[in-house]
Nanobody, 123 residues
Framework: QVQLVESGGGLVQAGGSLRLSCAAS????????MGWFRQAPGKEREFVAA????????NYADSVKGRFAISRDNAKSTVYLQMSSLKPEDTGVYYC????????????????WGQGTQVTVSS
């Protein structure tokens, strides 16, 4: 029923920026928390950022705090991740996810996941 499609990934040099988008369909987008997670080569999937149902609250992993910004446009059923001052350590597959509650950073509470978009940061 719910489908999430990420876009905007690519190859950038260290210090550069990328803006990821996630378009949702088939659900009640504005009622739930949205999150971004990533998986680096050889690593476990980790939390990156989350935003509440209304967009009034957000939370970030310490590793990206001050560099990444999550936002949402409920009228367009889209969530964004603005990534700045990128580092090689940011390389990985980035996944968009929709939760079943208003606001959460817990992966277990995210019920729907996109296919991911590759982000590669060169040095």
């Amino acid at each position: 029923q719910v489908q999430l499609v990420e876009s905007g990934g690519g190859l950038v040099q260290a210090g550069g920026s990328l803006r990821l988008s996630c378009a949702a369909s088939g659900g009640t987008f504005s009622s739930y928390s949205m999150g971004w997670f990533r998986q680096a080569p050889g690593k476990e999937r980790e939390f990156v950022a989350a935003i509440s149902w209304s967009g009034s609250s957000s939370n970030y992993a310490d590793s990206v705090k001050g560099r990444f910004a999550i936002s949402r446009d409920n009228a367009k059923s889209t969530v964004y991740l603005q990534m700045s001052s990128l580092k090689p350590e940011d390389t990985g597959v980035y996944y968009c996810a929709e939760a079943g509650v208003r606001f959460t950073t817990r992966a277990a509470e995210y019920r729907y996941w996109g296919q991911g978009t590759q982000v590669t940061v060169s040095s």
